[in-house]
């Protein structure tokens, strides 16, 4: 039994903020930003919700998948931006879908997240108790930035990603992912306040801060030695893959990983120019782009990898 990707969808907010729109609010400027990130505009939400734009990339998914809400078993959505602390995001996308007979919960591996919801949908599979899982990544990361701090805000954008995955003969090959919990503080945001009456709250509320330089250094490193880990697993080389869709945080990182691993950067497609990053919406978008675009092929070999706040990554290689 292996966990079969069988239809993509996503959905990004309305509005369009470029780095020229930025550099009108802040001291920043497109070429600091597009030639440090490849990052040149981003979509952040007006009237849309992590939950409004869920379902609607969860609709778009089960379209494309041509599933039915009442074949949905299970909903994980990966977020760290959902809308309510609870209900959590699938249970409000089960709601809306009417997808009476699924179990719903939210899980929080940052960047990482749509990984690790795949591989928790493959362990369900593999033990039989479920056969088909709607599985997201969504994000409103405006409403954790501090719009004051240049080195972060620019970086970020909001938008959700879904799959429909299901037990199938063919699908994930490989699995690799792991927690580095003592170098989290690298790349953090605080929850809301304490209001327990018996604990001062010494702090003023604290925005996500990131030691950039850090984030980058594990990833250069991490990202490939996981990518091997997979692909050696599967029996696989990097010759034998059509396309690395990686967690779009930065051009560099892309550039390097791609050398790291001796490919050709062509072999990395990108959505980071226009959506910035979404943190765990960031794998599933650009594979839903991918898929409406046909790039994506019965039989072709794809490896998935996302990286990030925690420290966590997971990557995966997969027969499409
Ligand atoms: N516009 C203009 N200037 C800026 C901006 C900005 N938006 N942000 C920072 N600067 C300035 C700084 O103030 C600093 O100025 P100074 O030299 O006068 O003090 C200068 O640019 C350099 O700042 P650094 O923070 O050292 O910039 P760096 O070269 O490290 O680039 C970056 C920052 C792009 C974030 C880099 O560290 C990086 O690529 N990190 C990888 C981390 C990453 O991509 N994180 C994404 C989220 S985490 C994840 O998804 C895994």
């Known amino acids: 039994m292996r966990t079969r990707i069988i239809g993509t969808g996503s959905c990004l907010p309305e509005t369009v903020v470029t780095n020229d729109d930025l550099s009108k609010i802040m001291d920043t400027s497109d070429e600091w930003i597009s030639s440090r990130t490849g990052i040149r505009e981003r979509r952040l939400v007006k009237e849309e919700t992590t939950a409004s734009m869920s379902i609607e990339a969860s609709k778009r998914a ?8 009442e074949d949905i078993d299970l909903i994980i959505v990966a977020t760290i931006t959902g809308d309510h602390v609870t209900p959590s995001t699938s249970c409000e996308i089960q709601a809306a879908i009417g997808a009476d007979r699924a179990v719903a919960f939210d899980i929080n591996a940052a960047c990482s997240g749509f990984m690790f919801a795949l591989h928790i949908a493959d362990a369900y599979f593999k033990s039989g108790i479920y056969k088909t899982a709607l599985i997201l990544g969504a994000e409103t990361l405006s409403r954790i930035m501090d719009w004051n701090d240049r080195s972060t805000c620019v970086l970020f954008g909001d938008g959700a990603g879904a799959a429909v995955v299901r037990a199938d003969d063919t699908g994930l090959l490989a699995y690799d992912q792991g927690s580095d919990g003592a170098k989290g503080m690298v790349l953090a945001c605080q929850n809301r306040k304490n209001n327990n009456p018996l604990v001062k709250n010494p702090m003023d509320m604290e925005y996500t801060s990131m030691d950039g330089q850090e984030v980058y250094k594990f990833a250069v490193t991490k990202v490939p030695s996981s990518i091997k880990k997979v692909l050696d697993e599967a029996g696989l080389t990097v010759e034998d893959i059509d396309y690395f869709a990686l967690h779009q945080a930065n051009i560099r990182i892309i550039q390097s990983v791609a050398k790291r691993l001796k490919v050709s950067e062509d072999k990395f497609p990108t959505s980071l120019d226009h959506c910035g990053n979404i943190s765990a919406a960031s794998v599933p ?6 898929n409406r675009k046909g790039l994506l092929k019965p039989g072709m070999k794809i490896v998935l990898s996302g990286f990030g706040g925690g420290l966590t990554w997971g990557s995966a290689v ?3």
Not at 62 to 69: K, Q, R
Not at 285 to 290: Q, T
């Open 62 to 69: 089960m379209e494309n998948a041509g599933v039915s809400a």
């Open 285 to 290: 978008i650009l594979l839903d782009e991918m």
């Open 318 to 320: 997969l027969e499409w």
